[in-house]
DNA sequence: TGTTCCATGTAATAAGTTACATGATTTC
DNA sequence: GAAATCATGTAACTTATTACATGGAACA
């Protein structure tokens, strides 16, 4: 059950509220990470407050509560991030389907691997743009910060996909 | 929910009954694509032949029961491999992890990502020899099948944790 | 004859998704 | 004053995991 350090590692990033923790979620983690609606959040933010791993570090209007990671959520958390991984099976669908090509016909094989490299083309475009956007917005003499790294693996991962896709039409020409 | 079309696709390489599915799953799909026990593969078993999307072809000692896709299930199948990615979100504890690098200091992060640079070369090194033996057992002028696309898909993705993780470390070097 | 592997199932629990529900504040 | 956004919650349902349970066949 990895919702609940994503939770504590969102928040000690910064204090955050469920509902701007929910924001994140789909904006960044979701996509490729981890997903979570509100409807798991809420509750799973009153279990780590009982826990002692969070705390409210201030009340907004609309009944809002604003968490911040307590010492022993800083903890827990330090502690998850160098756990050796296999705790949550992955689950990706791109690569279930690379699994499974194999029950297609040649020519039906053919055509998806082509769609699988154009629709990683546009990732990376878009990806590059999002990366030329944050270089831009950094001072000279900064470091770009976290989410420049994020952004690089993103990037570098669709340029497999495309890669490879390629590679596999290659492949797929020579012997047929 | 992919794991009915997981099923499909695996039934549709050739017949199998339920307790080879449960090991195929475990020994290739549950480290990058998806995980299911055997728990949930027999009663989906049951609902895909209710459904008549596979049918049993051969019955075997100790109750052993040899399930094959029927026509409309290889439909489904086909429909399902050429539909729009996005029916289920990913999961992925290494992207969780990168993308809450922020929680940690600098000292720590230099040496989770040392880690994982390392921890990736041995997957590296696991697949590559994965893949020498592939090619060995291929006959010349055959093509290789589909195995070895999988497995060259893993080498480029391990490959590319492990330049990424150099790649930060880096960057992080730099601006201190 | 004991151990391992084959083979299938159910039950209890946990995790995750979708739908339902409410109300305050801001923006146009 | 209508619409969008902020903000939180619960209920119903589906999916997934862990534990429980049974027994045949092969092998040593």
Redo the contacts between chains.
Sequence with gaps: M?LR??L???L??SPQTGYDLTKRFEE????????ASHSQIYPELKRLLGDGLIEIVGEGSRGSKTYGVTAEG?AE??RW??SP????????????????????DLA?TRV?VG?MAQ?SDVEVAGLTEAIATIERFTPPG?????A???A??GR??YE?QS??AR??LA??E???
Aim: proline residues 4%.
């Design positions: 990895s350090h994503a504590l590692g969102l000690a990033d960044t983690l979701s996509g490729h990470a981890w997903n800083r958390l330090r991030m160098f991984l296999g705790d949550t099976p992955p689950r990706n669908e791109f690569v279930l389907r690379l699994f499974l090509l194999s029950s297609l039906d998806l769609q629709a900064t470091r770009p910060g976290y420049r790294f994020a690089e693996f570098r991962y497999l890669e490879w590679w596999v492949e797929l020579k012997a047929s």
